[in-house]
Structures are given as structure tokens and as C-alpha cells.
């Protein structure tokens, strides 16, 4: 989780004023956080963890990002799945991004994928020699298909690697910011 | 010279969403779409830097569209009295009006709607009159420095209300928790399912008074045609028709619905609005329920510190995920 800084905040600004919407959804994920009160999580934990996670991305959108923090915790504290945990993951994930700490966001994203289970990497640089090979094997994947067949692939339906990509794009996104001299094609290193 | 085809105006464009901005902005800048003219109106103190439309005026003028900022203020002295003299028919002799004039301008700082509305309230309060034998209108200047002396125009706004029948205050302080634009048959709902005596004691400073005040009415209002309220307020030029749909009324004016809402005791206006909040909820349709979530949700939530019964709170609390779910899917 995150503390405000200058660049976050005016992050957050631009994305308010951007999207208004966000402050109304917020004020309602709110309240209604309010109403159920600490006990919520054993009077209906869904209920209580929809608020939390979706209350937490409403309010990183329009800025408020103490009660972010606060919501986050609520739910990242709680003894439930990954899976009931990812919305505020990924929250915090961007959050951790939109204050520039794009190495934490990598940590972070990593973290995710390794509690779904799925293969990851570790968090260090690598050699160009390295690059190219996994460039190259994933080359030889996409193989000579055309864009509109990749796009017809069929729709991944496991929850659990939808989430993972969701953290992957992450990844790509930090990745490029931590290292500006790479190029985008180096990037597909990432299984 | 640039010759415009196409005209829009657009008012109140604070209200504007993002979408409608987009909107807008696809179109001005849409070259099948030559000598386009869109004129928007705005209060400059109610659209600050990081409004939407303040963002996108911004946005506009970077990419060199011409936005040319025409500032209308207030009326000079000049305009006020022309407005006075045509209001009263003098237009021949405005020397006539010139110190009322003056009085109005300096009280009202020229803004047109105070300007009007402080005429309204002269009359009202025959500080103003018309005489018909000379066939014109008459005023005493001392009588109207003295008015003005004691009252603002939000007082006069105020006072303008609580001249009102009992049961138009009750409407209008329906209709003021609702917003400046609201659902007539809202209102209506609000007021029927809400006995008089009730809706006098939750919205009232003087409880006992309003009480032996109703009882007498009861009956009588039980089959108060609500119509009629509604008529007398427009005919007061408190709330106007929407064009476009037959069953929305808006204020007159924001400052009206404000003063209408200042009605409400502030110790009682929570309680209210989470009894209107909690009478749509009763009676509207599932439909219409969907429709009026956020004004639903928004009043029972005003009231939310009175939950006692622990199913009351979870249930609003579901209904505070669901509106916030909603206006997320919009954004």
C-alpha cells in the first residue's frame, strides 16, 4: 500500500477529473462500507469484500487515497482466497505504479502470480543473450499466425490465468518504465 | 467571413456529463460538419479548473479550435433600470424609476434572476402596487430601503416560500431533497404515503403548532388534489416544465431549491430525506426503483446514523454496492 505523494496526487486529479464517475461510486462503496461496520466480514463477507475491493478502486480513481489504503487493508487482512483477494491486488498494484515505484509494481505483480499458482520469474536483469533466446522462442510460438487469428483464439475461461495476464500486463507496463532502453519486443521474455 | 450553418446552445453545462462532453467534442471537431457554432452557457464560478468542461475547453484551444469566452456579469445600473422601467411599463419615463432602481441594483448586485425576484417579493408584500385609477404602478422608496435594510435575497427567496399554502411548502420541500430536477410523480408518491401530520412534524421547527394546525385539515387533505400545489408553484415561477418529458420539473432556479431545502429545519433534514429515501423504496416499482437508484440510495443514506435493526443496515448497504457498481459501469 501506498502513501500519498505529489505525483500520485496528481495522478489521481488528472484520472478524477477525467472520470467524475468515480467519486459518486466511491462515496456509495463507502457508505455502505460504513454500514456494515468492522463486524461486516462475519455478518456477509461478500457483500463486505465487494465494498472493500471495489470501494478501494473507486477511490484510488478520484484520489482518496487514505481510504484506499484503509480499504486494501481491510481486505488484504482477511483470511480468503487469492482469488477473493485479486480486485485489491491489483489495486494496490497500480497504486504502487501510479506513484512511480515501478520496481515495487513488478515485486508486487510477481507476488500475485506466484500465489495463483502460475510460473513466474524472478525480479532481476537478465543478459541481452537471454532476451533474444526467449524473443526467439516466442517468435517460433506465434509462429506464422496472423493478428486476426490470434484475436479469434478462444476466450481464456480459467479465472486464475485471466488474473495472471491482468498481472502480466502490469508487469509489461512497469517493465518498459523501469527500463526505458528496452524495447518493446524484449519484453516478451515473460512467459 | 465566417458564416455559421449551425448553431447549438447549450445551457447549464456544468451538469454535463463526460459522455456528452465526448460527445460534443466528436462533433466539433467532425470536418463533415463545416461552419459549426456552438454556444455554451456556464456559471464561471460553478465550473472550477478541473471540471470536465473546464478540461475540455482546455483540450480544445490546444488544438486550435476558436473559443471565443464571452463574460456576461451582472447588470449595469443602466440595464437595471431598463429591466425596472419595462417590468412596471415605464419605459417612457424612466427618470420615474431611477431611485427604485438604484435600490434594486445595489441590493441585488444586477444579478437578473435576484433583480426579479426582489420585484416578485414588493409585490407580494405590496410594497409595490398598482393603482388602478391612475393606472400605473406605485411604491414608496423609504418603504423599500426599509425592506431591503433587514433582507437579503435569500431571505427573500425564503420568505417568498413560506408564503406558500402548507401543503405547496410541503411539496416544495419534498421536491428540494430530490434535486433540482425531480420526478413529479416522485413528489407526488412522497406526499401521499406521508399523512400530513407526519410530514409537517418531520419537516417543521414547531411540532405542536403544525400538529393542531393539521388536525384540522386532515380529512380536507387526505383528498388534496396535489395538482393544485404543483400549479401554484409554477404559476409562482418556482418549479417549470421540462419540454421533453411531462412528468419532470425543474427549479426555477438553484437558489430556489436551496431556499426551499433552508425550509427544513437543519436539525430535521436528515431525518427527511431518509424517510422520502425510505418511502421510494416502499413504493415505487421495480423499474422506476432502478431509475432512481442513486437519488434513493443517496436519501436513506442521510439518515443512516438512525439504523437501528441490523437487516435494515445490511440491506442499504447492499444497495450502496449496487449504486456504486452502477455508476462505476458508467464511468
Redesign the interface.
Known amino acids: 500500500m501506498y502513501s500519498s505523494d505529489n505525483r500520485l496526487i496528481s495522478y489521481h486529479?488528472l484520472k478524477?477529473?477525467?472520470?467524475?464517475?468515480?467519486d459518486?461510486?466511491?462515496?456509495?462503496?463507502k457508505?455502505?462500507?460504513?454500514?456494515?461496520g468492522p463486524s461486516?466480514w462475519g455478518?456477509?463477507q461478500q457483500?463486505m469484500l465487494?465494498?472493500c475491493s471495489?470501494?478501494a478502486?473507486?477511490c484510488f480513481?478520484s484520489g482518496d487515497l487514505d481510504t484506499m489504503n484503509k480499504l486494501l487493508a481491510e481486505v488484504l487482512s482477511q483470511d480468503i482466497s487469492i482469488q477473493d483477494k485479486f480486485v485489491a491486488y491489483e489495486v494496490n498494484c497500480l497504486a504502487i505504479y501510479a506513484a512511480g515505484d515501478f520496481m515495487g509494481a513488478i515485486d508486487t505483480a510477481i507476488d500475485v502470480r506466484r500465489q495463483l499458482g502460475l510460473s513466474t520469474f524472478k525480479n532481476k536483469p537478465v543478459n541481452t543473450l537471454i532476451i533474444i533466446k526467449e524473443f526467439i522462442k516466442t517468435k517460433r510460438t506465434v509462429g506464422s499466425r496472423t493478428a486476426e487469428e490470434i484475436a479469434n483464439l478462444p476466450d481464456l475461461t480459467d479465472e486464475r490465468v485471466v488474473m495472471g495476464q491482468r498481472m502480466l500486463e502490469l508487469l509489461f507496463t512497469s517493465s518498459i518504465d523501469v527500463s526505458k532502453n528496452l524495447k518493446l519486443e524484449d519484453l516478451c521474455l515473460v512467459k | 467571413m465566417y458564416s455559421p450553418r449551425l448553431i447549438s446552445y447549450l445551457m447549464y453545462q456544468k451538469w454535463s456529463?463526460?459522455v456528452t462532453l465526448d460527445l460534443l467534442q466528436s462533433i466539433s471537431l467532425d470536418s463533415d460538419i463545416p461552419n459549426l457554432l456552438i454556444v455554451g452557457a456556464y456559471r464561471e464560478d460553478e465550473v472550477s479548473d478541473?471540471?470536465?468542461l473546464a478540461?475540455q475547453i482546455r483540450e480544445k484551444e490546444e488544438m486550435g479550435i476558436i473559443i471565443t469566452a464571452i463574460k456576461i456579469g451582472n447588470l449595469s445600473l443602466d440595464n437595471v433600470t431598463s429591466l425596472v422601467a419595462e417590468a412596471l411599463g415605464m419605459e417612457d419615463n424612466k427618470d420615474a424609476v431611477k431611485n427604485l432602481a438604484a435600490i434594486v441594483h445595489r441590493k441585488t448586485d444586477g444579478n437578473a434572476f435576484f433583480v426579479l425576484m426582489f420585484l416578485r417579493s414588493l409585490y407580494d408584500e405590496e410594497v409595490l402596487q398598482y393603482n388602478f385609477g391612475t393606472m400605473r404602478w406605485l411604491w414608496d422608496d423609504d418603504a423599500v430601503e426599509e425592506k431591503l435594510a433587514t433582507e437579503n435575497v435569500a431571505t427573500v427567496l425564503v420568505n417568498k416560500l413560506r408564503r406558500l399554502s402548507s401543503r405547496s411548502q410541503s411539496v416544495v420541500k419534498v421536491a428540494s431533497c430530490l434535486g433540482a430536477k425531480f420526478s413529479l410523480s416522485a413528489v407526488v408518491t412522497v406526499t401521499k404515503s406521508i399523512s400530513p401530520v407526519e410530514l409537517k412534524r418531520l419537516s417543521s421547527l414547531n411540532e405542536t403548532e403544525s400538529e393542531s394546525e393539521s388536525d384540522d385539515d386532515t380529512t380536507q387533505e387526505a383528498e388534496y388534489a396535489y395538482g393544485d400545489s404543483i400549479n401554484e408553484l409554477e404559476d409562482e415561477g418556482i418549479l417549470e416544465k421540462e419540454a421533453k418529458n411531462a412528468d419532470v420539473r425543474v427549479f426555477g432556479h438553484d437558489k430556489i431549491q436551496s431556499a426551499a431545502f433552508e425550509l427544513i429545519p437543519l436539525s430535521k433534514r436528515d431525518t427527511f430525506r431518509g424517510k422520502i429515501g425510505n418511502v421510494l423504496l416502499e413504493k415505487l416499482d421495480p423499474d422506476k426503483l432502478e431509475s432512481s437508484l442513486?437519488e434513493v440510495?443517496s436519501l436513506r443514506?442521510c439518515s443512516?446514523g438512525n439504523?437501528t435493526d441490523?437487516g435494515e443496515?445490511?440491506e442499504?448497504?447492499?444497495?450502496?454496492?449496487r449504486?456504486?457498481?452502477k455508476?462505476?459501469r458508467?464511468?
Open positions: 486529479k478524477a477529473s477525467k472520470n467524475a464517475a468515480f459518486s461510486a466511491a462515496v456509495y462503496f457508505a455502505g462500507y460504513k454500514l456494515l461486516g455478518i456477509d457483500t465487494t465494498l471495489q470501494g478502486n473507486a480513481l | 456529463d463526460t478541473t471540471h470536465p478540461m442513486f440510495v443514506n443512516m439504523i441490523e443496515r445490511i442499504l448497504a447492499k444497495m450502496n454496492l449504486a456504486g457498481m455508476v462505476s458508467y464511468s
